[in-house]
């Protein structure tokens, strides 16, 4: 059975950064895409970033891109979260999320089948 456990949430102040950690056991990145999903309080989840594994390919929000950037260490089975000029709309809990997909989607939370417990990203001065 496969685990998530993330780690690096805390509070940050708008304009700075933050690094989110994921790491894996159970089953190994090389063949699971990863994404990084988040709530806000009285909000949807939403999807944030993914990589894929088939070409490792990533994907953003439109939302976060050019400030997000998703990488991985397959050798530490660990999927990171880059988190740059953040704003007080990044405020939410952040989850990372595995699936058996050569190809990753932020629109599609259901395609993945192994979730972590979430970490709290609070962005304020």
């Known amino acids: 059975q496969g685990q998530l456990v993330e780690s690096g949430g805390g509070l940050v102040q708008p304009g700075g950064s933050l690094r989110l950690s994921c790491a894996a056991s159970?089953?190994?990145?090389?063949?699971?895409?990863m994404g990084w999903f988040r709530q806000a309080p009285g909000k949807e989840r939403e999807g944030v970033a993914c990589i894929s594994s088939i070409d490792v390919s990533s994907y953003y929000a439109v939302a976060v891109k050019g400030r997000f950037a998703i990488s991985k260490d397959n050798g530490k089975n660990t999927v990171y979260l880059q988190m740059n000029n953040v704003k007080p709309e990044d405020t939410a809990i952040y989850y990372c999320?595995?699936?058996?997909?050569?190809?990753?989607?932020?629109?599609?939370?259901?395609?993945?089948?192994?979730w972590g417990q979430g970490t709290q990203v609070t962005v304020s001065s």
């Open positions: 159970g089953f190994t990145l090389d063949h699971y895409s």
């Open positions: 999320a595995g699936g058996f997909l050569p190809v990753c989607g932020v629109n599609t939370p259901t395609a993945y089948q192994y």
